[in-house]
């Protein structure tokens, strides 16, 4: 399987913003979809948002509002746009295909990129 490399993280001070991506070689979002999820230190993972293949959104409702999705026409490339972060974002950042089958199951989690919101 191919994984699928977070890059966008940081460290940012509460109020601030920073914008995630999820990419691999011949990965398609557009028929994939994405799913992020993080894991705070000592915390277990959580699921932080998704889109779909329809493009349909989906976020937990710590991060409604703040968080959303966006796309570059160019490239086609999905971001997860954060703002308005707060310290409780602070995580470890993960994604994976929302769909598991057909080519999406060549895919899978990326290492994850780390966010860091001071206060």
């Known amino acids: 399987q191919v994984q699928l490399v977070e890059s966008g993280g940081g460290s940012v001070q509460a109020g601030g913003s920073l914008s995630l991506s999820c990419t691999a070689p011949?990965?398609?979002?557009?028929?994939?979809?994405i799913q992020w999820y993080r894991q705070a230190a000592g915390k277990q993972r959580e699921w932080v948002s998704s889109?779909?293949?329809?493009?349909?959104?989906s976020y937990v409702g710590s991060v409604e509002g703040r968080f959303a999705f966006s796309r570059d026409a160019v490239q086609g490339t999905v971001y997860l746009q954060m703002n308005s972060l707060k310290p409780e974002d602070t995580a470890m950042y993960s994604c994976?295909?929302?769909?598991?089958?057909?080519?999406?199951?060549?895919?899978?989690w990326g290492r994850g990129t780390q966010v860091t919101v001071s206060s």
């Open positions: 889109i779909s293949n329809d493009g349909s959104t």
């Open positions: 994976k295909p929302r769909i598991v089958r057909g080519e999406c199951s060549e895919y899978t």
């Open positions: 011949g990965f398609n979002s557009e028929t994939c979809g």
